[in-house]
């Protein structure tokens, strides 16, 4: 039964926090090397850098994995197809990397909230595998638990652009708040959508990913 109150928000706010230990504030899945390429350089160009990833790409991409996760969280084989299939739709080898470390990571630190979900997740978990499978186990449901991890994944590439670009803390919570409304949406999108519904048009982030393992001097890992 899903969880609509004080227990889900505050599962949702723990396990989606940047103290969380799933040391995601080490990744910038690309947008690094996108920095250094100056095609991401003030606030403008970040907002639709996020935002391509956000509709047409692996952020969305990601929400819809999670989405499938929920679904299945009481299946183990299916768990176990999807995270192949999740692994397969990464561009890069860092990418595949970022997904495994936090994915597995934050299934080891959930399991302070005991379930028997813990014992069907495949291994290795890739993080929105784990995320939605996890929560559905826990009773949140899925629009919180899509809305939370969207916003969560903003809020993540914003921080690297305040640190890297480098943006002021006001210009990054103008891009945040001018992206939820499309949070909004691709939450609402990805809690009706099918794997049928995957897929990815964000070239230029894909192509970061991938030029971020010969990128030097870097400070991120992806």
Known sequence: MSDSGPSALQKLLTWLSPAFPVGAFAWSAGLESAIAEKAVTDSKTLLNWIGGALAHGGI????????????????????????????????????????????????????AWPSPVYARLP??????????????????????????????AVHSQVSVAIRLVPLGQTDGLRVMAALEPEIATVAVGAAIATLDDLGSIAYAADIAQMRHETLEPRIFRS
Do not use: K, N
């Open 60 to 111: 969305r991409t990601d929400a819809i994995i999670l989405a499938t996760g929920h679904r299945a969280s009481e299946d183990a084989p299916r768990l176990g197809d999807l995270a192949d299939l999740c692994l397969a739709l990464t561009p890069s080898l860092e990418r595949r990397m970022e997904t495994v470390t936090t994915g597995d990571s934050f299934a080891l630190a959930a399991r």
């Open 123 to 152: 291994r290795p978990c890739p993080y929105p595998v784990a995320v939605g499978a996890i929560a559905a186990a826990h009773g949140i449901g899925l629009a919180a638990a899509l809305l939370g991890y969207l916003t969560t």
